[in-house]
């Protein structure tokens, strides 16, 4: 089971996809004490991996405390940033303070292509240095991609160049118009999905990283499909192993998927996640339209946040579906 909590929405980028709609810190986050309630709540829900993401993670002063107070109950933190503030010092501390890897994001091979996008002059740089920050202090780390027109035909040389890093894996996020991302006409037509899909599948045979698509749930059937050994049983996890809190504590089923299940200042999470008739809902798996008859609905469950992006149902079927 997974979880991400955006500790905090402070960000020193705009970029242009963002799904928090990130840049300037909300007044209300979760204070450290508050956020380290929070952590005793998802160890005893049961949860296994911390996503620890924002905005800018490394932005909020007590990110540290709380990579170390995870650790200490049990759970595999790791983190989602834009790598820029990542240096030797940085990478260090992270790893005493017992991240497992960070997940530092990389849209392009081409500079100029990321800093647009990032829409920061020298974001590339400042990335691909936090990176090798990392492997200089023997900190894990992967690459995320967002897949968008902008950068579609880019993906595979993305995951060339992350073996030649040294990162541990490439994720591959295909944009759901959410955030700012509502405003961003760039997610990439159904053929070219499908596609890209089907090169993810054959590039995992080539290379020694993992590759995983995410908001792509059809992948897991098209890899049995295509006799692709992978771990992964489950497309869509949303409120049925994974969610995500945001900084004022509102718990959504996952970052993409704006609908709120609660608060952990009105509710203990471990009791929502239990409880809520969202997650509940979610997990009966019981969907419209194409979904609802596909004969691979568990095993895909469809982007119940595209579903909901595309149609207002959540429980509708995914516009996106290659089958």
């Known amino acids: 089971m997974i979880i991400s909590w955006n500790i905090t929405k402070a960000c020193q980028l705009k970029c242009r996809h963002c799904y928090r709609d990130a840049g300037t810190q909300d007044k209300d986050e979760l204070s450290p004490a508050e956020g380290k309630a929070l952590i005793d709540e998802i160890a005893l829900a049961g949860f296994k991996i911390l996503i620890i993401s924002g905005g800018e993670p490394l932005l909020r002063p007590d990110v540290y405390e709380l990579i ?12 989602g940033t834009n790598g820029m503030m990542i240096d030797r010092m940085v990478a260090r501390k992270l790893k005493e303070a017992g991240l497992t890897r960070a997940g530092i994001s990389l849209d392009s091979t081409d500079a100029a292509v990321h800093d647009d996008f990032r829409q920061e002059a020298g974001a590339w740089q400042a990335s691909i240095a936090g990176m090798k920050a990392c ?14 027109t902008y ?27 959410t955030g700012r991302g509502r405003d961003l006409a760039a997610v990439i037509p159904s053929d070219a999905y499908q596609n890209l899909l089907k090169k993810i599948m054959l590039k995992q045979r080539e290379v020694p990283i993992e590759l995983k698509p995410v908001c792509a749930p059809q992948f897991v059937p098209l890899a049995q499909d295509m006799g692709q050994p992978t771990r992964f049983q489950r497309g869509c996890l949303a409120g049925v192993s994974y969610c995500c809190i945001l900084p004022n504590g509102d718990v959504h089923p996952c970052p993409y998927f704006p609908i709120k299940a609660g608060n952990v200042r009105d509710q203990k999470f471990s009791a929502m996640w239990q409880s809520s008739p969202l997650f509940k809902e979610l997990r009966a798996g019981d969907y419209n ?26 429980m509708d079927f995914d516009p996106e579906c290659i089958y």
């Not at 492997?135 to 968008?148: A, M, N, P, W």
């Open 68 to 79: 170390a107070h995870a650790k200490a109950k049990g759970l595999r933190p790791v983190l």
């Open 135 to 148: 492997l200089d202090e023997g900190l894990d780390f992967q690459i995320h991609t967002t897949v968008t």
């Open 151 to 177: 950068n579609v035909n880019d993906v595979m040389k993305i995951t060339d160049m992350a073996v030649t890093l040294g990162a541990k894996a490439h994720h591959i996020f295909f944009l759901v118009p």
């Open 289 to 314: 339209g194409a979904c609802g008859g596909c004969q691979h609905k568990t095993s895909c469950a469809g982007c119940r946040a595209r579903a909901f992006a595309a149609t207002g149902d959540y």
